[in-house]
């Protein structure tokens, strides 16, 4: 009773400090997060954070908003944000029933991405109003995607194996089973949709297919040989060419279906018809979720460009933009009248938005943080930093309860290296964060590398070293960082910015006997003098950190047979005084040195099971390891050489673990997207009876207390001014490398579709910039850098064109384009796609190619049925005249006409992506039969313009890439004509 006395007033005397904070602040904007400490594990005497957030779901009455996260589902009050209640377990999706009485978590196994290892968290059925778990006897296993029946007495899922349909009564627990048919490729790499009657399935390689949930037979494809990506020939090999599915959903009504591919488009099908899909563009990189509005009139897309768009379901036109999101889009989903959408990203929070107006609504909840990567305390014991996998650092002050949240260099680098392992770490003081960047957004990721160093009191930058490193690690005196790099280990003094870098190779051996182990760990001695080092070939391996030479080796390298490793090292750890080094591999853990008395030699993991992280005890007598697989962490007794206990807290990969300065608390961060804190001396209470020194069964969990954090929203705008400044820093970094490129060569070329993307990402900033003046200065400022180079000049041109079509100011626009002599997009009209297979289509006459007028009525036999002229329908203003997104060895036409006052001399600057044609007034003017992607002013071609109308048609023959061209009109020295008209559609009467 007296515990439990205690507990109730800590919680109120926490509670109490918050509101005078609040108070003595006297900042209106301040916000107080909340923690509840539900569901503590055994010892834990705190979590912070929340968990990853994997989707959302308003409740049928908007009252609610549920939350999956990795470990479990939130439940808020929609209006205060308030939590509600917590219902633990891993959930990758979830549902409610459409009366809203229950609520399904998918559940999910983070060990394997097919389910049906021994740590999987099956479906759970929870009772809202009761909080109970409804269980059937044999209740179906996790599931990738859910679905209630229309009358919420069905739970229709798909298996994590994903080659299973279930349906289970929910009033009865019966359940029914039906196989789906086989695919090919990577299972664990589709994305769904599901309906009561069918499944959408998006794969790797691009297909798009719909599936009978009854059945289990194909019932059509609605894509399939999907368009393969352009990849730089240096990238070759190192990254794929697959336009792979990202997300999908389907209408309310399922007569719809969205999708988001890694070509940034999105893409709304009607699967009640074959016609063609309307492709929506202005995500500037892969879309990662997709929502309908309830009535199935307005779709919200969210990517990892860290914006959400709404467009309009019918037209396809873009609603609006909903910004502020500092990471990727994890989910989305509308309330029940429509009116709010929730957006919650890899920040760790979730916003509400206006539909109509896309303006952000006033409640906002925060503290889900993503994959941690890190933790310590800082020196005064009594701040805790973290930081994700994002670069997202939060500072948790425990006698204040003041939480900061901020960003760095990492947080905008992580959007340009998504899918590449890239490395940080914080100094076992908690003040600086080490990390692997890049100087400038860039195709390749190790283009520009540099090391920083950030101060995570304020998220700034204190220095950087060019170059990259992974398996970071910060001596104990926070002085030197060490790293791994192309065989070599580099030393980085950050007082002084020197780098000491050390051979991996032997330089004794023969070149054809070369073997350069591949570091996996490294750890510095207590007193920073050596660095211990384990490989992926088993060994472990120590050098001098002042000289870099090798001092000594422990085991035997061992090559990979293929390219798998038979027991790789993944952690060593030295105890306080450097007398112990702990060796933990895939199936073994080790203890090296010379102490007596050790009951502690070696020990061999449980199948499946290893250790992450290691960590000796502040009196060097127990080890402890955090697991990869469970998230559990085990306690082994040096002595006795015995396993304690294992501490399960987390649902995913324990990834650090560090004691506070008293040694009293230990802290572990997980994946799962918490920090636990644990009672030191309850751990070895609970483990141990200090009489006969057995170990003890864990005591039951401690009763719930709630810590209030006030966020100290001052500093965190001061972040994201800094922040938003640099965004401007990498365009101008990025600018400056092109301004250096040329200047040094003025005849380099860059690759046609890298420049393309950099000036989308310009236009795209333009778009948002709240420093107008500050924009187009930076903009003019590099067309005077490279006064000769004029392909950047002609899309600087263009950029400001958007920038003004987008501001309304259309005058300015046109005046931009009129200096380029580029048709563009709005100006033409396109007919296609037409059969090229093998190539037949550069000679085949699809339409009367010698006629100077095109009859806009007329429809001809196309690759998917009758086609007729239309206006383009590229909506991204970069001169590059796009034909088609996913069509192979494809023909198409494009037809424009221009005004000329009097007879004269013009070239055409043209090229195509591929094979291309020209007419002029009904004479064919140019030909080329090259397989390249386009460039600017590729082809001059001399013709003669008559006085008035002129009419040009071109034909591409598109191969397999991209499929455009490039048209601009100049004189004889390539400046563009300021007294011709290029009509628009509307203006001849063109237009469908």
Known sequence: MFGREKQIIAACTLYLIACLLLFAGAQTDEIVDTYPQWELPNAAKARLGKGDINAIQFSPDGAQLAVGTDIGVWLYDTKTGEEISLFLGICGSLAFSPDGRFLINSGGDYFSNLGGSRWENRIELWEIATGREVLFPNMPPAAAVLHFSGDGKTLISLRKSRDTINRLDIETGKQTVHKLGERPGYGHLEVYALTEDKIAIGMYNGDLALWDTRTGKKLSTLRENAKKLEVPDELVGLIDDENSVFALAFSPDGTRLASGSRDTTVQLWDITNKTEPITLRRHTNEPTVLAFSPDGKVLASGGVDKSVHLWDTTTGKPIGACTGHVSDIRALAFSPDGKMLASGSSDGTIRFWNTQTAEPLS??????????????????????????????????????????????????????????????????????????????????????SVLRLTDVSTGRELMSVPGSASDLTFSPDAKTVAGTRSGTIRLWNTETGETLDISLSDPNAAPEEQHRPIIRTLEFSPDSRRLAGGTMGGDVQMWDTETGEALTSFFAEEPPTGNRYRDPIMDVAFSSDGSLLAVGSMKKLRLLGNRRQLGFKEISYDADVWGNTLLFSPDDTVLVIGLIQSGGIELWDLTLGEKLTTLDGHTNAVKTLAFSPDGKTLVSAGGDGTVLLWDW??????????????????????????????????????????????????????????????????????????????FSQIAQIGRTAKDQESYMDRLHKLMDAVPDNLSVRLNIHLALAAFYRDNDMPEKAAAHIQKTGFITEEAWLILGPFDNAGGIGYNTVYIPEDAAQIDTTKT?????????????????????????????????????????????????????????????????????????????????????????????????????????????????????????????????????
């Open 363 to 448: 409640t906002h909840t925060t503290g889900h943080i993503a994959s941690l990567e890190a933790a310590t305390f800082l020196k005064d014991g009594a701040t805790i930093a973290s930081v994700g996998y994002n670069g997202i650092l939060t500072l948790w002050n425990l006698k204040t309860f003041q939480k900061t949240t901020l960003q760095t260099n990492r947080t905008l680098e992580i959007i340009g290296f998504r899918g590449w392992y890239l490395d940080l770490a914080l100094s076992p003081d908690g003040t600086k964060l080490v990390s692997f960047g890049t100087e400038s957004p860039s195709p390749e990721p190790w283009s520009d």
């Open 860 to 992: 001809y036999e196309g690759i998917n049925g009758q086609v007729g002229w239309q206006k383009s329908t590229d909506d991204i203003r970069n001169a590059h005249i796009s034909l088609g997104e996913d069509v192979n060895w494809g023909v198409a036409y494009a037809f424009a006409t221009v005004i000329s006052p009097d007879e004269r001399k013009v070239q055409f600057r043209f090229d195509s992506d591929d094979q291309g044609k020209i007419w002029l007034n009904g004479k064919q003017v140019f030909t080329h039969t090259k397989a390249f992607t386009a460039e600017i002013d590729k082809y001059t071609i001399p013709v003669t313009f008559k006085s008035g109308q002129n009419s040009i048609l071109v034909k591409v023959c598109e191969e397999v890439g991209g499929w455009g061209f490039y048209l601009r009109i100049t004189d004889t020295d390539g400046n563009p004509f300021d007294d011709l008209k290029i009509n628009q559609i509307e203006e001849i009467g063109l237009a469908r």
């Open 681 to 758: 001396d309850e751990v070895l209470t609970t483990a141990r009876n200090p009489e006969s020194g057995e170990v003890l069964e864990n005591k039951e969990a401690r009763s719930e207390t709630v810590l209030k954090f006030v966020e100290r929203t001052a500093d965190n705008k001061a972040n994201a001014r800094y922040i938003a400044t640099l965004e401007q820093t990498y365009l101008e970094n990025r600018w400056k490398n092109i301004v250096e490129a040329f200047t040094n060569n003025p005849n380099a070329m860059m690759l046609g579709y890298v420049e393309r993307r950099l």
